[in-house]
Each structure stands twice: as structure tokens, then as C-alpha cells.
Nanobody
Framework: QVQLVQSGGGLVQAGGSLRLSCAVS????????INWLRQAPGKQRELVAGITSAGSTDYADSVKGRFTISRDNAENTAYLQMNNLKPEDTAVYYC????????WGQGTQVTVSS
């Protein structure tokens, strides 16, 4: 059974930093692509960052230079380091894993105050 458990998030002032974690079980994590997405109120869910099994990364233009996605294959965990946060980054953040199907974390709220 594939499970993704998220942690991190919360309330931060603009310019601050947060780190999200996504602990994955039930897959061979080292060969599992991981993505972070977010959904703001009234908006569609959007892809924020992705990391392949080889460690290649990709980012939405809106977060390039501020967010960093990484993975620790020994810990079966992916991370999203978010720096210089802006109010428009406020959203519920989700991780997903591609393992035959797409599996989702439970979501975590990130709120950035101005």
C-alpha cells in the first residue's frame, strides 16, 4: 500500500522560509518521481516542482530561484524548501508520487502574511 505523509507548513511572514516534507512508503522510493503541487482558494491545482528518480528537477516559473525540491532516498522522503515566501504562495500544498498510479499526500496549509 502506497502512502504519502506530509509534514511542515504553517504560517509565516512574507520573506520567510518553510520546509515541507513528504515521507513515502510502499514504493521503491529511489525510482519514484515526486512532485509538489499547490491549490489556492478558487484556483486550479498547479505544479510547483518535480524531481525525477535521477534527481533532475523542474520548477514553475513563479517559484524558480526561491523553492528547492530535493529527495533523500535513504529516508524515503522528499522535501520542498521554500524561501523568500510571498503572500501569493499561500495555498494547500500536496506531494504526489508516480508509481504505476498517482498517489497523493494529505495536503498541508501554507499561509504567507504580508
Amino acid at each position: 500500500q502506497v502512502q504519502l505523509v506530509q509534514s511542515g507548513g504553517g504560517l509565516v511572514q512574507a520573506g520567510g522560509s518553510l520546509r515541507l516534507s513528504c515521507a513515502v512508503s510502499g514504493t521503491t522510493f529511489s525510482i519514484t518521481p515526486i512532485n509538489w503541487l499547490r491549490q489556492a482558494p478558487g484556483k486550479q491545482r498547479e505544479l510547483v516542482a518535480g524531481i525525477t528518480s535521477a534527481g533532475s528537477t523542474d520548477y514553475a516559473d513563479s517559484v524558480k530561484g526561491r523553492f528547492t525540491i530535493s529527495r533523500d532516498n535513504a529516508e524515503n522522503t522528499a522535501y520542498l524548501q521554500m524561501n523568500n515566501l510571498k503572500p501569493e504562495d499561500t495555498a494547500v500544498y500536496y506531494c504526489n508520487a508516480i508509481w504505476w498510479n498517482t498517489y497523493w499526500g494529505q495536503g498541508t496549509q501554507v499561509t504567507v502574511s504580508s
